[in-house]
């Protein structure tokens, strides 16, 4: 297993992981699968503003992926970002988002970054841990800001100050 910096031809298995989060997990408060085209352009504006998209590939195939961007619009939160990290259901509890945590912290490092906030459903303790696990604290908790699967969903702010 190898992290390394995504490219345009792993946007397709991208994809398909972050569709499989969409529609059978509360890790992305969405309802409908995306497109390719939808990941291309989300994959270019990361590359305009100069945020990375990291991979873990085994033997050719992603089996996570993960990334940093824009925390807020307003300049004010220029030195904020906030990360996601996805696995492939049948690669999940093998360590990779471990893998593909760190570089996502020395990303941010590099690019002077201040502080990095992670938006966790609040009933997904194995994220929330790994993200403990990293030095992440947790900062804040919206009461059922989001309703997916017939329920009200609860998000915890955790942040990472570097």
């Known amino acids: 297993m190898i992290v390394r910096e995504a490219t345009e031809a792993d946007l397709p298995q991208i994809l398909e992981i972050y569709n499989d989060a969409i529609l059978n997990t509360t890790a992305v408060y969405d309802y409908h699968p995306h497109t390719l085209e939808m990941r291309q352009q989300w994959f270019a504006t990361k590359k305009e503003q100069g945020f ?51 570089p996502l912290i020395d990303a941010a490092r590099n690019l002077k970054m201040h502080v990095i906030v992670a938006g966790i459903d609040a009933t997904n303790d194995i994220s929330i841990n790994l993200h403990k696990k990293f030095g992440f604290e947790e900062v804040g908790l919206f009461k059922q800001v989001g309703y997916k699967f017939d329920r009200w969903l609860d998000l915890k702010f955790l942040q990472l100050t570097l």
């Open 52 to 102: 990375p998209v990291f991979v873990a590939d085994e033997n050719g195939e992603v089996l996570g992926f993960s990334s940093i961007g824009p925390f807020r619009p307003w300049t004010g939160y220029k030195f904020t970002v906030e990360n996601l990290i996805y696995v492939a259901e049948k690669a999940r509890g093998k360590g990779i988002s471990k893998l593909l945590m760190q």
